[in-house]
Nanobody, 119 residues
Framework: QVQLVESGGGLVQPGGSLRLSCAAS????????MGWYRQAPGKQRELVEVATNGGNTNYADSVKGRFPISRDNAKNTVYLQMNNLKPEDTDVYYCNGRQTTCLSCLWSWGQGTQVTVST
């Protein structure tokens, strides 16, 4: 079992910034990728951005150029620097990852962190 703890969300005005953090712990052998997803009430969870071991990133077009992602492999932690935030970025943000032993297996979801962009 892998446990995920997200933090860093909050209320911010349009154009502002936030930095999300997520630490993974538990039965971790070798992480292949870690990233961020988001979900609005009544909607499906969607990919925001994922960073793989090879240095590649997959991201939603809506966050291109605004949300750089980074990982600290020694700490099994992933960060999302959210810049130039827009009201439509308001969501609950979750992190998740995959290990090299099962590239199709996501971990159990954590509690998420709420991001609200509003005046």
């Amino acid at each position: 079992q892998v446990q995920l703890v997200e933090s860093g969300g909050g209320l911010v005005q349009p154009g502002g910034s936030l930095r999300l953090s997520c630490a993974a712990s538990g039965s971790i052998s070798s992480i292949a990728a870690m990233g961020w997803y988001r979900q609005a009430p009544g909607k499906q969870r969607e990919l925001v951005e994922v960073a793989t071991n090879g240095g590649n990133t997959n991201y939603a077009d809506s966050v291109k150029g605004r949300f750089p992602i980074s990982r600290d492999n020694a700490k099994n932690t992933v960060y999302l620097q959210m810049n130039n935030l827009k009201p439509e970025d308001t969501d609950v943000y979750y992190c998740n990852g995959r290990q090299t032993t099962c590239l199709s297996c996501l971990w159990s979801w954590g509690q998420g962190t709420q991001v609200t962009v509003s005046t």
